[in-house]
């Protein structure tokens, strides 16, 4: 049985699904933000990205935050990498891309960009592998 809730009920309930930061995920972007472009590209509704944007300030960790709702596809639509690289205005060999969905890695791969399906960040930081200076996992 669903329990009854009222509409406003339900979306502040909703709402707060979107739960905050992983472990240590502040601290990474911190360290890489000196020296790197940093971009966030995710699959969003409009409820959930106005949590994220306006009470975890996503967009202030990053410069350029996308969210597929507004974009009008999601990962792992090809379209979805071409919108993120053009507001970037870069090409897609120099993007480093991360997500923990594999069909995400598979597509940003498809559309040259280099990726990785890591997703840990405590202890082994998911660049690791890419030797990122200073960050060490």
């Known amino acids: 049985n669903m329990p009854n809730m009222d509409g ?18 502040e601290l990474l972007l911190d360290t890489l933000r000196p020296h790197y472009r940093l971009a966030a ?3 969003c509704n409009p409820v959930h990205w106005a949590r994220l944007v306006d009470d975890l300030g996503v ?18 639509d090809p379209a979805i990498f071409a919108h ?3 507001r970037l205005d870069v090409p897609p ?12 890695v598979a597509a940003a791969r498809a559309a040259g960009v ?4 890591r997703h840990a960040i405590p202890g082994h930081h998911a660049v690791g ?5 200073g960050v060490h996992g």
Request: hydrophobic letters at 45%.
């Open 84 to 86: 993120a690289l053009t």
């Open 129 to 133: 592998r890419w030797h990122v200076p």
């Open 59 to 76: 967009a202030s960790r990053f410069e350029l935050a996308l969210s597929s709702h507004e974009l009008g596809c999601r990962k792992p």
């Open 8 to 25: 406003l009920t339900f979306l502040t309930e909703f709402r707060s699904w979107a739960r905050g930061w992983l472990p240590g995920a």
């Open 114 to 117: 280099p990726a990785d399906g």
């Open 93 to 104: 060999a120099e993007v480093l891309f991360f997500d923990d969905a594999a069909p995400n």
């Open 41 to 43: 590209l995710s699959n």
